[in-house]
């Protein structure tokens, strides 16, 4: 059973940051392509940032410039350092994990960011 633990959401103050991480429980973690999500209320879930299993990221236009995607294939995680947040970033972020046909997606984490 493949799990994906979010953790490092919370509640800041606009122009402050927070690091988000997802742990995997998978057996090769390092051939998926991974990323992160976001859902707000009464709206659709949205790409954040990505990274392959090669390391080119990919970023919303939104996430450009405050965001950074990274992975650490070594400890089957990756991470979202998010900086200069605002309050329209607030929504609930999921990680997601997908290589060929498996698709998998963690339970989601809360970030709200306050003006």
């Known amino acids: 059973q493949v799990q994906l633990v979010e953790s490092g959401g919370g509640l800041v103050q606009a122009g402050g940051s927070l690091s988000l991480s997802c742990t995997a429980s998978?057996?090769?973690?390092?051939?998926?392509?991974m990323g992160w999500y976001r859902q707000a209320p009464g709206k659709q879930r949205e790409l954040v940032a990505s990274?392959?299993?090669?390391?080119?990221?990919n970023y919303a236009d939104s996430a450009k410039g405050r965001f950074t995607i990274s992975r650490d294939n070594a400890k089957n995680t990756i991470y979202l350092q998010m900086n200069s947040l605002k309050p329209e970033d607030t929504a609930v972020y999921y990680c997601?994990?997908?290589?060929?046909?498996?698709?998998?997606w963690g339970q989601g984490t809360q970030v709200t960011v306050s003006s």
């Open positions: 990274v392959t299993s090669g390391g080119s990221t």
């Open positions: 997601r994990a997908q290589w060929r046909r498996y698709d998998h």
């Open positions: 998978v057996i090769g973690f390092s051939l998926y392509s």
